[in-house]
């Protein structure tokens, strides 16, 4: 069977740093109260103009160099974000045009907090069904629909981006070896941004309601993400045959360090398993995983062979997890 084996990873985040102290100035909150109640004490913010594709084709660049991979010779590009440059085109067709991949096509997805997720296995099925060379980004430049008057959001979110190069693998012990995935649409009302889309088009009356900002009910989907995962992460590995010990490194989604904590401790992953890196970067959506991936490759906590398990919850409600073994095992 042929499998999608990860063969490279990069990320960018942009040079502007906003901690904490620099959003006490902004909004009625501290340091204390943001590192107890989330871990997180800086961010990466766009620079003025710098949108969703910019910061995806610093990443690919990167990718391509890294990989030495030919832009023309990519098949296809995917990109999961919730923060397009525009509602269309595609950041997907931007990217292709800015970096030249000719013979590529492509499309964005929408999958929140767990759209890197869902781009990896869009990007697997088609490494599977014959492409040969697939990108999957996870983007978002979350400071374009912050309100930094509202102290409930503006602290949470952070700017990046993480690139993937997916190739096929007939290594059948390496590669994308299951994925667990899901939506409840029935949380929508839970995290979403109301205005901008056809239930309310932009207006002067959206504009004025702040409605084309981030809305969400913290305890709400922190009761929801901590439970479920927590439970995806557990059922993957045992699905799997399976133990968290077999595990190299659990990447979740980084929201909130206390989610982190409860699903590693139920899922029984011992510290030096977790990827923790929401201290500098907050909750960058599609993008926490692969700037996870990218940094635990550069650290060198990872090495060929080892298995990787990913997990997200996000807006939707949507979440899952996906168990791969790391490196490109032998190619197809
Ligand atoms: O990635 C997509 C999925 N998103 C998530 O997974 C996020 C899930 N939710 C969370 O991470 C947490 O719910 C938050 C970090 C958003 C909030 O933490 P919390 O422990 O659930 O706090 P809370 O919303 O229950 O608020 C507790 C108190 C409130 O004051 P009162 O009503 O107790 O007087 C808030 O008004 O903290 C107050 N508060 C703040 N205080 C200082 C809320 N935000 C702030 C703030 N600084 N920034």
Redesign the pocket.
């Known amino acids: 069977m042929i499998r999608a084996a990860i063969t490279g990873v990069t990320s960018y985040v942009p040079k502007k740093v906003m901690t904490n102290f620099d ?1 006490e100035k902004l ?4 340091d204390e ?2 590192v107890s ?2 871990g997180i004490r800086e961010r990466h913010i766009a620079a003025e103009g710098e949108a969703s594709s910019d910061m995806s084709v610093q990443a690919v660049e990167k990718l391509l160099k890294e990989t030495g991979t030919k832009a023309e010779d990519i098949d296809a590009i995917i990109v999961a974000t919730v923060t397009p440059d525009m509602l269309f085109p595609s950041t997907a067709a931007l990217i292709q045009n800015k970096i030249g991949a000719t013979k590529a096509w492509g499309y964005d997805l929408s999958g ?2 767990s759209g890197f997720l869902f781009a990896l296995k869009s990007g697997s099925s088609l490494v599977q069904t014959g492409h040969k060379k697939v990108i999957v980004v996870g983007v978002d430049t979350m400071s374009s629909i912050l309100d930094y008057t509202d ?6 979110f952070g700017d990046g981006a993480g690139a993937v190069l997916l190739e096929p693998t007939e290594d059948e012990n390496y590669g994308i070896i299951d994925e667990l995935l899901f939506v409840d649409g029935s949380g929508a009302d839970a ?1 979403n941004m109301k205005a901008g889309g056809s239930r309310k088009p932009a207006t002067h009356e959206t504009v004025d309601a702040r409605e084309h900002f981030i809305y ?1 009910d ?2 709400s ?2 009761k929801r ?1 901590s439970m479920d995962m927590a439970q995806v992460s557990a059922d993957i590995l045992e699905k799997n045959g399976f133990t968290a010990e077999d595990v190299g490194i659990f990447i979740p ?1 980084q ?2 360090k ?2 982190i904590d409860v699903a590693a401790r139920k899922a029984g992953f011992k510290d030096e398993q977790v990827l923790l890196n929401i201290d500098k970067y907050g ?1 960058t ?1 599609a993008a926490t995983l692969p700037l996870g991936l990218d940094e635990v490759v550069r650290e060198k906590r990872i090495k060929d062979g080892d298995l990787v398990l990913f997990a997200a ?3 939707g409600y949507t979440w899952g997890s996906i168990l791969l073994r790391y490196g490109p095992g032998k190619k197809g």
């Open positions: 959003l909004v009625d909150t501290n109260w943001i109640r989330t929140a907090c102290r409930n959001t503006c602290i949470l995290l969400q913290g305890r989907v922190f993400a989604h929201a909130n206390r989610i909750n959506t919850f996000g807006a």
